[in-house]
């Protein structure tokens, strides 16, 4: 073993760590390997199953002061191992199918660690170069997917150096509040005199055009970003409106039209409509054909958050249950979900390559007029080459790949939620559309109990039944076997009161049925034991 | 050799990505063996040094369409190196001086690949587990460099689920866009009946306060990225008034209270002062400690940009340049930058743990109230691990090894300053304050005609040596050999007017002054050849 590294502050064993690279055999290079070799492994063996409380977590990483010395990078390695790895959650388990993580392909993590050597800085062309026109053919990609424009749309415009086709950003989040800053920003467009709001703000741009307020019309299940967005842009949460879904969880346009309508009556312009391609929570997609037309009629911008759901693109065979989406103005869809790229890769089209003119900006240094810098067209300013990870993943798995990934997901999801219906002490709340659903487990007994209850019982029964399934999922994470997540919907069976559900997401392709059926098994096994149950609703159990 | 991977759509192929590695003598396992054992030899052979033009590189990525069929990681990983590779930047090059761009210290690389392979998504615990307080601990560490508060501050709030003492952030750009969030939702906050600008937006905030318009004020070497805040977050970037600068590229807080009087007696409310440490063009650091006495002269928030600045911080030799910084509200510091973090961290800070209240969100199915879930406070939603690497550099390298770093940069920016000014045909533009300096390439006898010259001749004499500067600038990236950058100043040496100037980032600790001179060298041979040269300049070279 070569000697120690940077454990004194002098400049040579500085100057080491920036030029000699870690010994094959030291600690960190052993790590590396069995990552390289088995991640699956690797995460298996190194991650520990039960939890530990998370203050106790917190007391390795309790000082708040920078450690003066420098430090061996083997016994940093250790150290990381035990009080982080050790501690981390297994998000690429096939029974962790709570949240929307998976396996990811094993060639994306040496193409991970190209993309950190190169550290290229997709801002400008001068840090970026061929990532710049690889950035753009991935924009160009996934906008013919949705939007499938003709060769010579995309022969102008995917290299254009006056635009963008859309904008690669470091999530959904940033997606959604780039869509409806663009939206905003070419509805108070300058006019005459009047600059716009880019240039004189918000309050400026309403005096100038009249209206007494804007709104954004979005189904109750839209994602908390919107929220964000709302807040952010200076419209406020309060106006962007939710509308209520059907009893699968797609909005109702016709409710959504009279809103709009009454909105309009008072003076307040509807900016846009927000239709959800794959609900967070449920996994359902809005009627996107029918808010098209609706925001034609209204003369508003249409924009899909298809974070989860765009992915279903992908497939010839499932892709029609987004139908609509290629009249929409701008999509939203996250790589770094069902298109299996790790975190930090999302993605905004724009239908229109004028759009990103609203938010075009230039500087001195950098983004010049002119220049083909994809900087002046984001929301963020240095970013790293994540595009790549797409590309490799577009490529390397292809389109047929991907449709098989997308098609077997929805399966699982439907053959987990025949095992539930199965099953008689356990509930589908949700039917999956995509491969979400959500469950509970309520008991015969306690489905008889509510039938013939007062609705003062009834609520006290609702109540009981939250916090169980509350419990129940909590204890099933922190014995480390598998997870789900949970959520509060408003099912119309339970008098459309807030329901504490399981939330799954089956898009790892490695969960098998036989992990599926596993779940289950621990569940009822969970419910046996669980200490809000026997203390109420046991008594229900006669 | 085993078998190929995936060129074939077939279930077992397709799952056999997800679930074996790559084989190590497969084409990618050879790539990454040769970035573990020698990066800089890698990205030395592998990149071009001669620049494709950029046309030429984008007939690599025509295509707008995502191919059908599946493609052999190998073939993929060949395609890679010729088209992508070798046509990035060689942004680790000691001779790679033009932008903030640095050799990484080497254990990035396989902690990189430790952080993808256990993709955790940091906006909420469960999906990230101890990474959670370990983003909170580099929040709590970067908090203290910069505010030094006690023990029993942090022991109170590093860990607390009811606030944050920072963001992390993909960059300084979101950075900077946050902090302004928070001191325009602090403004124009609840009161009353009043619900708050996050709920009612821009508009019904100022019916309520009656502010006539709100200002940001900051100098005109601000980033970019401020106006872009200006505009997504509804103020307008025409109220971001710029404050003209003295001779060393600080902000003149003089004229910046005048302006600030004038506003205010207008009815228009200062929302904030943005004080840059560090700018980008220059690397001048504003009276920080002058600015924060007239925030609170105004009542309003104080915000310092030290994306690149901040690091300074670490050095206890040079930390004294940013006196005033621990009376700001909030502060930005890019890790990507002077940290020697790869690219996609960026912070910002709040003096206030009550300050992140601001822009607190919740949902139904994460970031529950009460929860440690560090996405309520960010505005970004899921974002990857990279906490741990500023967390590893920072116990890596160490306080006193950063030090060293920082110290090195200056003095090395010192050196070449020196080196400028002993060329008669050089002209020092800048001078360093941090590592950053500007000048240009202006003969001698040019200088003398330009002193000789009528006012239409010095226009004229200027615009030639401005297009002269482009062209040499462009004309030595081109060679692939170095690379200086180039921005505009007004320096009052050219009567204020715009200069275009050679601009230097002397970061990278492997620049050695042999490389430095070697760059001035190659630029007086650049000049004698340089057509713009010919053509406009050298008839004054009598």
Redesign the interface.
């Known amino acids: 073993m070569g000697p120690k590294r940077?454990a004194v502050?002098s400049?040579e064993s500085?100057?080491r760590?920036?030029?000699?690279?870690?010994a094959p055999d030291s600690t960190?290079?052993k790590?590396?390997l069995e990552?390289?070799?088995?991640?699956?492994g690797?995460?298996n063996e190194n991650i520990a199953a039960i939890?530990k409380p998370?203050?106790d977590?917190?007391k390795?990483?309790?000082?708040?002061?920078?450690?003066?010395?420098?430090?061996?990078?083997s016994d940093?390695a250790q150290?990381?191992m035990e009080?982080?790895?050790?501690?981390?959650?297994h998000?690429?388990a096939p029974s962790f199918i709570?949240?929307m993580?998976s396996?990811?392909?094993?060639?994306?993590?040496?193409?991970?660690?190209?993309m950190?050597?190169?550290?290229?800085?997709l801002v400008k062309?001068?840090?970026?170069?061929?990532?710049?026109?690889?950035e753009?053919?991935v924009l160009?990609?996934m906008?013919?997917?949705a939007y499938g424009a003709s060769?010579k749309f995309?022969d102008k415009w995917?290299?254009s150096a006056s635009t963008s086709l859309g904008a690669f950003?470091?999530?959904?989040?940033?997606a959604n509040?780039t869509a409806l800053?663009i939206a905003?920003?070419r509805l108070l467009k300058a006019d005459g005199q009047f600059?716009g709001?880019?240039?004189?703000?918000?309050?400026?741009a309403?005096l100038h055009y009249g209206y007494k307020?804007?709104a954004v019309l979005v189904s109750e299940r839209g994602?908390?970003?919107l929220?964000?967005a709302?807040?952010?842009?200076?419209?406020?949460?309060?106006?962007f409106i939710a509308i209520e879904t059907d009893a699968n969880n797609k909005v109702n346009v016709p409710k959504m039209r009279e809103q709009a309508h009454k909105l309009e009556a008072q003076g307040i312009k509807v900016m846009a409509l927000v239709g959800v391609a794959g609900t967070?929570?449920t996994g359902n997609i809005d009627p996107l054909d029918d808010m098209a037309t609706l925001s034609e009629e209204l003369g508003c911008h249409f924009h899909v958050d298809a974070a989860w759901g765009g992915a279903t693109l992908?497939s010839a065979n499932n892709r029609h249950l987004l139908n609509g989406i290629e009249r929409a103005d701008s999509i939203t869809i996250?790589a770094?979900k069902q298109m299996y790229v790790?975190?930090?890769a999302?993605l905004v089209l724009f239908k229109d390559p004028a759009a990103s003119d609203a938010?075009e900006?230039?500087?001195?240094?950098?983004?010049r007029k002119g220049s083909?810098d994809l900087g002046s067209h984001t929301?963020?300013?240095?970013?790293?080459?994540m595009a790549?990870l797409v590309h490799?993943c577009?490529?390397?798995?292809?389109?047929?790949?991907y449709?098989?990934?997308i098609d077997?997901g929805i399966e699982k999801a439907k053959y987990f939620a025949s095992l539930i219906e199965q099953e008689p002490n356990f509930e589908l709340i949700s039917q999956p559309e995509l491969c979400l659903l959500t469950y509970r487990y309520v008991p015969v007994q306690v489905r008889k109990a509510i039938e013939s209850a007062s609705e003062q019982e009834r609520i006290d029964i609702y109540a009981a039944l939250n916090r169980f399934t509350a419990s129940m999922q909590k204890r099933q994470?922190e014995a480390g076997i598998s997870?789900v997540?949970?959520?509060?919907?408003t099912p119309s069976q339970y008098d459309s009161q807030p329901t504490v559900v399981f939330?799954v997401v089956l898009a790892n392709?490695?969960t098998s049925k036989s992990i599926l059926q596993g779940i289950l098994d621990e569940q009822k096994a969970l419910a046996k034991t669980d200490p809000i149950f026997k203390k109420y609703l046991l008594k229900y159990m006669t």
């Not at 390795?60 to 061996?72: G, K, L, N, T």
């Open positions: 940077c502050a400049e500085l100057m760590i920036f030029t000699v690279p870690e960190l290079s790590i590396e990552i390289s070799n088995n991640l699956a690797f995460l939890e998370l203050h977590i917190e390795d990483f309790q000082s708040a002061v920078i450690p003066e010395e420098p430090m061996f990078v940093y150290d990381i009080q982080l790895v050790a501690h981390s959650v998000t690429a709570g949240h993580t396996a990811l392909p094993h060639f994306v993590l040496p193409l991970s660690k190209l950190v050597g190169l550290n290229q800085n062309i001068e840090t970026s170069k061929a990532f710049t026109p690889l753009r053919q160009g990609m906008h013919h997917l060769d995309y995917m290299h950003c470091s999530g959904g989040t940033v509040i800053w905003r920003n600059k709001i880019a240039a004189k703000g918000m309050v400026a309403m307020g804007l994602h908390y970003s929220g964000k709302a807040d952010v842009l200076g419209l406020g949460r309060d106006n967070t929570e992908l996250d770094h790790p975190m930090g999302g938010i900006h230039h500087a001195e240094y950098i983004l083909k929301l963020e300013g240095s970013r790293p080459g790549m490799a577009l490529r390397v798995i292809g389109r047929k790949g449709q098989m990934l077997k994470r997870f997540s949970r959520t509060r919907l939330r392709p490695l």
